[in-house]
């Protein structure tokens, strides 16, 4: 989630924890959270935003190159697979892992719901 925070940020130019939030279907305070953590990694700075009630977040030069280095270990991983799959198996699984992430992040931030597996010991 971190590095999606950093891309969003850094890529996609989008500067508000709230649009982030919405983008990763997760609430305010778990992105504040995120964003905490790369603030205290040095990789995202908080700064004044339009108006008091709001920060603008902005990428550091450490944030950049955490980026960049993570996007050269995805392109590398992208291509050690492509030598194991056909093209078409390769873009069925990037779309299968893309509608897999988005599932897991719908369930990230849905309300708790019965546990299947019965109550557990916090519950009891």
């Given at each position: 989630?971190?590095?999606?925070?950093?891309?969003?940020?850094?890529?996609?130019?989008?500067?508000?924890?709230?649009?982030?939030?919405?983008?990763?279907?997760?609430?305010?305070?778990?992105?504040?959270?995120?964003?905490?953590?790369?603030?205290?990694?040095?990789?995202?700075?908080?700064?004044?935003?339009?108006?008091?009630?709001?920060?603008?977040?902005?990428?550091?030069?450490?944030?950049?190159?955490?980026?960049?280095?993570?996007?050269?270990?995805?392109?590398?991983?992208?291509?050690?697979?492509?030598?194991?799959?056909?093209?078409e198996e390769f873009?069925?699984?990037?779309?299968?892992?893309?509608?897999?992430?988005?599932?897991?992040?719908?369930?990230a931030s849905a309300?708790?719901?019965?546990?299947?597996?019965?109550?557990?010991?916090?519950?009891?």
């Amino acid at each position: 989630m971190q590095l999606l925070v950093l891309k969003y940020i850094h890529v996609l130019d989008i500067h508000s924890q709230a649009v982030i939030a919405e983008r990763l279907l997760i609430d305010a305070p778990a992105v504040s959270r995120l964003v905490d953590r790369l603030e205290e990694d040095g990789l995202v700075e908080r700064r004044a935003g339009e108006n008091r009630r709001c920060v603008r977040l902005e990428i550091t030069d450490a944030g950049r190159k955490e980026f960049q280095a993570l996007q050269r270990a995805t392109e590398w991983l992208d291509e050690e697979a492509k030598a194991y799959l056909a093209p078409e198996e390769f873009e069925e699984l990037s779309r299968l892992l893309e509608k897999l992430q988005g599932g897991l992040q719908r369930l990230a931030s849905a309300p708790p719901g019965p546990n299947p597996c019965g109550p557990s010991r916090k519950d009891e």
